[in-house]
């Protein structure tokens, strides 16, 4: 087989996708460069290479402010992103399983009504959540912020699901079906691990959400225990007003985390979106 011959063309397609590359690791950039930089210099060039970098600004950030650890807001933060992740991605699969093996108009229409849910802003429905999740006595817990985002991003769930099972072939499932297995059994066994490419879309996408989500908690978990890293990230402008290498180190360590679960399951999450899987 003739090997493809390196063009100018191709060459200006690299040259254009370094540029874009470039662009886009500029805020991660000024990120590091600000974080290392000592309270000294971020008065005469913020923005410059510190010339001696300081890494206490790390651990003091990692011990937080007025009361708020960065540390515990990450433990609250991991904590309300798996719980969600996980109640996202079993009850999300089996809804589109269901919807996507009925056919006729029942399942168009609970596909239809999830798709809604994805174009209808969650924020008119914040004030009745909130009194619900107080009414429980689930306001400020674990338990309710997972239920909570599990409700909203259930529709974005159900949708990649749906999309994806739908291009999955029959054949194994009514192999299954011949040697006596239910439908739950045949899911667990048979559909549930060829889902595994959209789980890690399912998976990421949500779990980014959950972590940098700041409204939603805000608002519902103002004045507890339990505040997360956006909630902690910005209690810390008020203390360090003009200290914005405490904060940018305090952005930078929360952003590890979800960076480096993105990292482990980016092949899988390619896959996803393309749809596809591997004989």
């Known amino acids: 087989m003739a090997m493809a011959r390196y063009t100018a063309r191709t060459f200006a397609r690299e040259l254009l996708m370094l540029s874009v590359a ?6 991660f950039l000024l990120l590091i460069l600000v974080s290392l930089k000592p309270s000294s210099e971020m008065l005469s060039n913020p923005m410059s290479v510190p010339r001696h970098p300081d890494f206490s600004n790390f651990s003091q950030a990692w011990e937080g402010s007025s009361g708020v650890s960065l540390s515990q807001a990450m433990v609250n933060s991991l904590v309300i992103t ?4 996980f109640s996202l991605v079993i009850i999300g699969a089996l809804c589109a399983y269901v919807i996507a093996r009925r056919p006729g108009r029942l399942g168009s229409g609970l596909y ?3 798709v809604v849910g994805i174009v209808v802003p969650f924020q008119l429905g914040i004030v009745p959540a909130y009194a619900l999740l107080r009414e429980l006595n689930l306001a400020g817990t674990y338990i309710g912020m997972i239920l909570l985002y599990t409700g909203l991003l259930m529709p974005l769930a159900v949708f990649l699901y749906t999309g994806f099972v739908r291009t999955l072939p029959r054949d194994y499932e009514e192999a299954a079906y011949i040697d006596g297995a239910s439908r739950l059994q045949t ?3 048979i559909v549930f691990p060829l889902l595994r490419p959209i789980t890690a879309t399912v ?3 949500t779990g980014v959400m959950v972590w940098n989500d700041f409204f939603v908690q805000l608002i519902f978990l103002s004045g507890s225990s339990l505040q997360t890293v956006p909630v902690a990230v910005y209690s810390f402008v008020g203390e360090y007003v003009t200290q914005w290498n405490i904060i940018f180190a305090a952005v930078g360590a929360s952003i590890l985390p979800i960076l480096g679960f993105y990292l482990v399951a980016q ?3 390619i896959r996803g979106f393309t749809g596809g899987i591997k004989a």
């Open 203 to 205: 998976a990421v996408i």
């Open 22 to 27: 470039a662009i886009w690791a500029v805020p």
């Open 112 to 114: 239809g009504l999830f």
């Open 267 to 269: 092949r899988q999450l």
């Open 82 to 85: 798996v719980g969600s992740v």
């Open 187 to 189: 899911f667990i066994r």
